[in-house]
């Protein structure tokens, strides 16, 4: 028996007779997925081994080797579907002004009580409803209902500039005392950098040595290996399949930037063969295996801590603080990086990228955020030396390299205010991605359970929709004469003021303007695939169309892991405990101290995603009824209140902090972007609280559900915080004020 491991060149497959119809029973079970055979035996009407590059039949007779791509069955027109709808949409976006004739009929005219008469003012004055319930905590001075309602809003995009509203600076006053990094003069300065950040906090660099140092980790069963993290010297045929595998599976489908089948079929057995040197597929290749190893590690593996207040182990999971799982695998991609600096390459974006995800999962915001400004530069240097590569065979991957550091970007300047690349000017020269290159079996049997490819569609529109609504609610806070082209030219994506601009002081915004972008947003979840959307009232409810499927399914989505060993340097256990089946038909659970459900293909991660971002653009949204509500209480109308209503229901539950999602915070490299508006929402429930007039539209205008889901929603987020204090900086000052608020214990 050869010592060398089975390659794509030199395994050759003989399967018996069992196998041949142990396989064909197999594919007719697939039904729409075929038999990937080469055309050689195709024309030869034989059955074709279906190894790569070569299958046996080739190799034997020394023939050139080629296999077709699936075609696309009637059953995956969805994503055509929605790239007709998003320029249906975007065309409407694009009408819009400050000037357009909005509907009388307000989105919230349905919300009719005794409690608030619908045009009149609400006349609540502090106490009427009862003494606050923190004394301590005065309301601002009430302003006159005649003084101009129009200067009763404010639209802020980030909670550091939230936090500096009169309101919550005074609650704030009340709790410093008990946190000493809380400095009320920086948070009311209008700054890119917001200091959320525990000064005390040092962020270290990332080892470059961990040989030594390796810990121990654990596979999905509990058991403990003295093994650590996967070595270069480990990086045989098999580890290396079964890294990729893993990234593949996992991060590039949240994330499709790069080519599963080039990868796979090409890349992985020439440099197994010619060995991992200086040249750039090899550094791509060692990112791959890191992300790989945290893909595994992230999601099964050894906690890094354990909560001593509860006893709940962490969601961050495999390595530790210092020294993230697949460390040594990314510092040799460290090593080789600076050969392929300054290549105007795709190859060079998806470096960039790729780092950029590692970072994340480290917890390392600031390199995070340098690793992808070099991305959206190497993009924009690449369409820009070379723009025929937007009609090459590579262009649908290029399109997608670029909407993934677009919408990192939108996450980064809206909520802490770093600025713009200039990538957002080449949105309409470089087009929407729509999936149309290389599709292998394996990234079809993906899209197939997990919808991936709408997934990243939708979030796509999503971000396009959330950077209209900031232009056009920025650009509502100046008066007419003061906007540029105003108003007959419309907002243009990524052109509006920056969002810690300090020129926008005196606020204009219009009520029925944030009504009209309400309906937009609402357009947006009903134009969803049947696969993707939800109840609005139940964020962690199954897919709707769906729902009945998993029912009936799930029992083979949670089956029992397979003999396979979590990684290749873990042993397979001899008894395999069954996977927890689901005891209702909710996809997430604020239940923390459940066993968590296990769904293929980061299925929840991608659900998680685009359901939390559109709660948080619909929360961003309503946020200014909030600020009038707080600030001028006696000017607020039914209207108003029914705003109020809907910002604060869409507080509640985001599924990103819920199980099983929160389980595996290390393949959530944007945990910097929902930090901060958790903090934010955890004040504003607490506020809804105490201030009169909140509380009354809290009780009056929330619903029967939203006491217990505020309390489920306290609980999800303040475990959140408490999860990363320890390894995050901004997390630690974040969760000192929220401890302090409510009260809570280390």
């Not at 004055?125 to 301590?136: A, D, E, M, R, W």
């Not at 892991?561 to 909710?586: C, D, E, F, I, K």
Request: proline share 9%; net charge neutral.
């Amino acid at each position: 028996m050869s010592a060398l491991p089975a390659t794509p060149s030199t395994q050759v497959s003989n399967p018996g007779p069992s196998a041949l119809a142990s396989a064909s029973s197999l594919r007719k079970e697939r039904g729409a997925i075929a038999a990937q055979a080469c055309d050689t035996c195709r024309s030869r009407k034989q059955r074709c081994d279906e190894q790569r590059p070569k299958c046996g039949t080739c190799q034997k007779f020394k023939l050139e080797c080629n296999y077709r791509e699936p075609q696309p069955t009637k059953k995956d027109k969805t994503l055509i579907e929605i790239l007709e709808r998003i320029k249906s949409l975007e065309s409407k976006i694009d009408d819009l002004s400050l000037h357009t004739n909005f509907p009388t009929t307000a989105p919230f005219a349905a919300v009719q009580t005794p409690a608030f008469a619908p045009t009149t003012s609400l006349g609540i004055t502090p106490g009427i409803h009862g003494p606050p319930i923190n004394p301590s905590f005065p309301l601002p001075e009430p302003s006159s209902a005649t003084s101009g309602a129009e200067d009763h809003y404010q639209y802020v995009s980030s909670v550091h500039q939230m936090l500096a509203w009169p309101a919550i600076q005074q609650l704030l006053a009340t709790v410093q005392p008990k946190v000493p990094s809380l400095d009320l003069s920086l948070i009311e300065r209008d700054v890119p950098l917001p200091p959320l950040n525990d000064p005390g906090h040092i962020v270290k660099p990332l080892p470059t040595n961990t040989a030594s140092t390796a810990t121990p980790s654990m596979n999905m069963h509990g058991q403990v290996h003295a093994s650590g993290s996967i070595q270069v010297s480990s990086l045989n045929w098999e580890t290396m399949q079964r890294l990729s595998k893993a990234y593949f599976d996992s991060f590039n489908l949240l994330f499709p930037i790069l080519d599963r089948q080039y990868f796979m079929s090409d890349t992985l057995p020439s440099l197994f063969n010619g060995g991992l040197g200086q040249e750039i597929s090899s550094t791509i290749a060692f990112l791959v295996f890191a992300l790989g190893e945290v893909a595994l590690a992230g999601a099964e593996g050894r906690p890094i801590h354990v909560h001593p207040h509860n006893g709940r182990p962490s969601g961050i999971k495999g390595g530790s603080k210092d020294e993230p799982p697949g460390l040594e695998l990314f510092n040799e991609a460290r090593k080789r990086m600076g050969f392929n600096l300054t290549e105007c390459s795709l190859e060079n974006v998806q470096i960039f990228a790729l780092a950029s995800l590692y970072y994340g999962s480290c917890f390392h915001f600031m390199d995070f955020w340098r690793m992808n400004t070099s991305a959206s530069l190497a993009c924009q240097a690449l369409i820009t030396s070379n723009p025929g590569e937007l009609s090459s065979a590579r262009a649908d991957l290029i399109r997608r390299a670029f909407w993934h550091c677009s919408v990192m970007e939108t996450c980064l300047n809206l909520e802490l205010g770093f600025p713009h690349t200039g990538l957002e000017k080449m949105e309409s020269l470089v087009g929407l991605p729509d999936f149309s290159g290389p599709f292998c079996e394996d990234d079809y049997v993906a899209n197939q359970e997990s919808h991936y490819q709408e997934h990243s569609a939708s979030q796509i529109v999503l971000r396009r929709i959330l950077v209209e609504f900031h232009g056009v609610l920025s650009q509502s806070r100046f008066p007419s004469s003061q906007v540029p082209n105003y108003p007959s030219t419309p907002t243009s994506l990524g052109s509006g003021p920056s969002p810690f601009s300090t020129s926008a002081t005196s606020s204009k915004l219009d009520r029925m303007t944030i009504h009209h972008l309400a309906l937009q947003l609402e357009q947006w979840r009903g134009m969803l695939p049947p696969h993707l959307k939800w109840e609005e009232d139940s964020p962690g409810a199954f897919p709707s169309a769906i729902q009945g499927t998993y029912g009936n399914t799930m029992s083979s989505i949670l089956a029992p892991p397979t003999t396979t060993p979590l990684s290749p340097t873990m042993a397979t256990p001899q008894h395999q405990p069954s996977r927890p089946r689901p005891t209702s038909t909710l996809m997430f659970t604020t239940d923390l101290d459940a066993a968590p459900a296990h769904y293929p293909y980061a299925l929840d991660i991608h659900v998680a995603l685009l359901r939390s971002r559109y709660y948080h653009t619909k929360y961003l949204l309503h946020r200014p009824f909030i600020y009038k509500a707080l600030h001028f209480p006696d000017a607020v109308t039914h209207d108003d209140a029914a705003g109020a209503a809907e910002c604060l229901k869409a507080t509640l539950k985001w599924p990103i902090a819920m199980s099983p999602t929160c389980t595996k915070k290390r393949l959530l490299p944007c945990h910097f972007f929902f930090c901060p508006n958790f903090l934010g929402i955890l004040i504003l429930l607490h506020l809804s609280t105490t201030v009169p007039i909140l509380r009354s539209i809290r009780s009056t205008l929330c619903g029967d559900r939203f006491e217990m889901d505020a309390r489920e929603t306290v609980g999800l987020y303040t475990d959140w915080m408490r999860d990363l204090k320890n390894v995050d900086g901004m997390s630690r000052w974040q969760w000192e004020v929220v401890k302090a608020i409510y009260g809570l214990e280390e």
